[in-house]
């Protein structure tokens, strides 16, 4: 059983770019979360994808969007960068809706300079 | 508004002391509760969940927490600290009715001193 895995682990992108970030769910998993983690901070909820339909969004600007696919994979775009995007994304699944039970992949660092 | 508090942000113990870490949480329905933990640049790892019965839970590593309604606490413990607890705790509230949103503390960095 594979566990969460994102792409890419670093990122540095320039202010006003676009990026997107990937996420593969753990075998079995229909439900993936997106997380900000500033530095020093614990993770914020930026929403939830859960049978390829959005599910639940924190309090993020629509720039911020996302992405479920019919393998579950995600994706979470972030157009239009500012400097404070700068942080870890993180990508959790979980099994099914009903369940809270999250895993966590090992993020990917984004750096906007 | 639903919230966690991590009221301690470092911690330093010593190695074979006890440990606890606290967690008081602010939710009007019943919380679903975890502790999870994250090592520098790593991804976060489940120690423990609460979700109903015995309230007092066991995790992993030798790690168990109490949940005391009375006291909207979920505090984390373990009996004897290892060099390699050192890392960073985060407590969390799961919210069912917005899609098993998790919110998180601040997190408490411990240290564990030889």
Redesign the interface.
Known sequence: ETGVTQSPTHLIKTRGQQVTLRCSSQSGHNTVSWYQQALGQGPQFIFQYYREEENGRGNFPPRFSGLQFPNYSSELNVNALELDDSALYLCASSPQGASTEAFFGQGTRLTVV | AQS?TQPDIHITVSEGASLELRCNYSYGATP?LFW?VQSP??????LL?Y?SGDTLVQGIKGFEAEFKRSQSSFNLRKPSVHWSDAAEY?C?V?L?E??????????TILRVKS
Do not use: H, T
Request: charged share 10%.
């Open positions: 966690v679903y999870y640049g790593q991804g976060l790892q489940l969940k979700f985060f969390a799961a069912m917005y899609g098993n949103k998790l919110v998180f503390g601040a997190g």
